[in-house]
């Protein structure tokens, strides 16, 4: 559960140790001496999303690389909790500190200068210092193709898209989908909302619905908890979805359509095996996409039709050559909820 309160006590890194936290929880796990890292997931770790990404991300950085590990999770996306729970990890001195999704900006760059010593991340993030990097998986490239996709398949024209919060990730994620469905079917009717919560699923029922009676008959969800909502909305009115982070096909196929897969545990083990491999560099942000399929792709369920799949794949070595830029950009109405 998540809370407004501060957060009281610091996290240890010690085996075995799980100490209760007045803002959501705080878990540590034992590994050698080598590496010691430590993760703020302003989120819920068991959200099928983006937060659970990050803390995978987490445990396989515990079993690669044999490093201490800690992390803080249920810290609501505000400046000033996410500077109290950055400082509660940096405060223990591990080698590294990873802020989980780019609503940690502001805070990371508050508290890393207080820090020296200790070496920040912030996963899918665009800000910079001394001791302070960002790893950037690029959602909106597998967006993009998300939204070609969808060019090509809509039946009725009508293309939606629901987010919850407005951070830049999710900006990219929308405005790259937008670009790609006008690339395949400019003629396409996009319907967009960021409805203000990525967990809550009776929100995201109702703004599914909306689109659905709009006509949308595909539409792209950038939710975490609040998936749910929008999945069961979509199943009653028999409407597509287009899932994001994981490879949603492979969990409900009749529903998703695709799913625009950007491994956001990717990015913080990548800047674990950077810090323990001496290759980690201060003031600079390292970018993945579709040149690195193992982060960035989008997978189709096994009913796409062979003529999408080649056209997908197609655009897809035209995007790893260079010869099609994603646009993030998105200046059209959107919905309000």
Do not use: C
Request: charged share 20%; proline share 4%.
């Amino acid at each position: 559960m998540q809370s407004d309160e501060p957060i009281t006590r610091r996290t240890a890194f010690l085996a075995t140790a799980a100490l209760a936290m007045t803002m959501g929880s705080a878990a540590v796990a034992q590994g050698n001496d080598a590496l010691s890292v430590a993760m703020l997931i302003p989120g819920q770790i068991d959200d099928n999303g983006f937060m659970e990404a990050g803390y995978d991300g987490l445990m396989a950085i515990e079993r690669e690389l044999g490093a201490t590990t800690a992390y803080i999770d249920g810290v609501k996306p505000k400046p000033e909790l996410l500077m109290e729970a950055l400082r509660t990890l940096a405060a223990e001195g591990p080698d590294l500190v990873i802020a989980h999704g780019g609503q940690n900006n502001e805070a990371a760059q508050t508290v890393a200068p207080e820090f020296p010593a200790v070496k920040f991340v912030v996963v899918q993030g665009d800000v910079t210092g001394a001791n302070l990097s960002s790893y950037d998986i690029l959602q909106e490239e597998s967006a993009w193709l998300a939204g070609a996709a969808a060019g090509l398949m809509t039946e009725t024209d009508v293309v939606g898209h629901i987010s919850g919060i407005r951070v830049t990730p999710g900006l990219k994620g929308r405005g790259g989908f937008y670009n790609g469905l006008m690339h395949t079917n400019p003629e396409a009717t996009f319907l967009t909302i960021f409805a203000g919560d990525q967990d809550d699923n009776d929100l995201s029922y109702r703004v599914a619905n909306e689109e659905i009676d709009g006509g949308a008959d595909i539409i792209f969800t950038m939710l975490n908890a609040g998936r749910t909502g929008a999945i069961n909305a979509m199943r009653e009115k028999g409407v597509r979805q287009i899932g994001n982070v994981g490879d949603w096909t492979q969990e409900e196929p009749e529903v998703f359509v695709a799913s625009a897969i950007a491994d956001v545990s990717q990015a913080g083990l990548m800047a674990a095996r950077d810090v323990a491999e001496g290759g980690w560099k201060p003031d600079t942000i390292v970018r993945i996409g579709l040149s690195n399929p193992e982060a960035v792709s989008l997978s189709l369920a096994p009913d796409v039709p062979d003529d999408v799949r080649a056209e997908v794949d197609r655009l897809r070595d035209e995007i790893v050559a260079g010869n099609i830029e994603v646009s993030t950009d998105y200046e059209g109405a959107e919905l309000t909820p």
